[in-house]
């Protein structure tokens, strides 16, 4: 059956959406242009690192927030943005919190598969999340020691498994997609391109400017996510309200 949202077309997506995520594109210039050392440890780099998913915060509760079965979605993606903002803020005393910053990523991780759900459970097309978490434990295996075994494991198979979620949601060739579930699927694949990138440069070998890459990909990655979120039903109303002729006198 088609799911296709044939009412709302690219641009009326785009003209009742992009307003609103004005917010963390600034911020994510912000981040690009402040552009702290790695070396800088301290509250004001996690704050601007952490900007741009506070907006998305802000951006997902504009969608709708309660504990309506309606709004599981949006609350379940709003858990998981506010645990990879903790694990963010973490990440800038890696060398200490590293594990726990895994750990609070784990947590946005499973908030994110729950969001995508198992409806449609699809166990084919988690055969190459499950091939990617091989791929990338052969990768990282050589710079991994002690705990940081089964931890990385298990994180890897967590970022997998959101990846088949949300990607088991969508079917193109028999015209099962919307674009909410498109976003999630391009946010999935992003994360888990971000985080190998994370594995690599941090356990294997330096990648030359790793850090754009890494932060590109992972603020796609949650926009993306963040997008997924969006109130379909209530973007149709909207948009019908704004093209209403003005009634009255001039």
């Avoid at 296709?4 to 912000?30: A, I």
């Avoid at 699927?185 to 990138?197: Q, R």
Wanted: aromatic residues 14%; positive net charge; hydrophobic residues 55%.
């Amino acid at each position: 059956m088609c799911e296709k949202q044939s009412s709302l077309n690219p641009f009326d997506v785009v003209t009742h959406v992009g307003p609103r995520l004005v917010p963390f594109v600034k911020t994510v210039l912000l981040y690009y242009v402040a552009w702290l050392p790695l070396e800088y440890k301290s509250i004001i780099p996690a704050v601007i690192k952490c900007l741009p998913i506070l907006c998305l915060i802000a951006f997902v509760g504009t969608e709708g927030v309660s504990l309506r079965k309606e709004h599981d979605y949006q609350r379940r993606v709003i858990v998981g943005l506010v645990f990879s903002c903790i694990g963010d803020a973490l990440l800038i005393w890696d060398n200490q919190h590293f594990i726990t910053a895994m750990i609070a990523f784990g947590i946005a991780h499973l908030a994110y598969i729950r969001a995508f759900g198992f409806s449609k459970f699809r166990w084919l097309k988690g055969i190459p999340f499950m091939g990617f978490v091989l791929f990338a434990m052969y990768v990282l295996y050589p710079g991994l020691q002690g705990f940081l075994l089964p931890a990385v494991f298990v994180y890897i198979w967590l970022v997998c498994s959101m990846g088949w979620r949300a990607f088991a949601q969508v079917d193109i060739l028999e015209n099962v997609w919307t674009w909410t579930r498109l976003c999630g699927c391009v946010g999935a694949i992003l994360f888990m391109i971000s985080d190998l990138m994370i594995g690599i440069d941090k356990f294997v070998t330096p990648i030359p400017l790793a850090r754009v890459f890494i932060m590109s990909t992972y603020y796609a990655a949650q926009v993306s996510i963040a997008l997924s979120a969006v109130n379909t039903d209530d973007t149709i109303i909207k948009l019908r309200l704004s093209s209403r002729p003005m009634v009255g006198p001039y």
